[in-house]
């Protein structure tokens, strides 16, 4: 079994940024991808940003936080990042990690990331 535990959600001003964390911890073997998902209320949830163990696939990033959005991954340490810039209330959001070993994909808790305007 694996384990993720987001952080790095609250609160924070249009504008503003968060960083958010994802450890995956248990029977870590091979990692072929992990990214990062949001649902805000009354909508589904939707892929923000993902990538996979090949350096050469690069990282995807759903068109509404390009160039704003930054996702970034420690295979020593198992962790990916999310690094979140110039905010929009419309980020407002629990953020979900998951990760993909095999066939098996694994979701995190997931963190509340909340926008003011």
């Known amino acids: 079994q694996v384990q993720l535990v987001e952080s790095g959600g609250g609160l924070v001003q249009a504008g503003g940024s968060l960083r958010l964390s994802c450890a995956a911890s248990?029977?870590?073997?091979?990692?072929?991808?992990m990214g990062w998902y949001r649902q805000a209320p009354g909508k589904q949830r939707e892929l923000v940003a993902t990538?996979?163990?090949?350096?050469?696939?690069?990282?995807y990033y759903v068109d509404s936080v390009k160039g704003r959005f930054t996702m970034s991954r420690d295979n020593a340490k198992n962790t990916v990042l999310l690094q979140m810039n110039s905010l929009k209330p419309e980020d407002t959001a629990v953020y979900y990690c998951?990760?993909?070993?095999?066939?098996?994909?694994?979701w995190g808790q997931g963190t509340q990331v909340t926008v003011s305007s």
């Open positions: 248990g029977n870590i073997v091979s990692i072929t991808t």
């Open positions: 990538d996979t163990s090949s350096t050469s696939s690069g990282i």
């Open positions: 998951r990760l993909w070993q095999g066939l098996n994909n694994y």
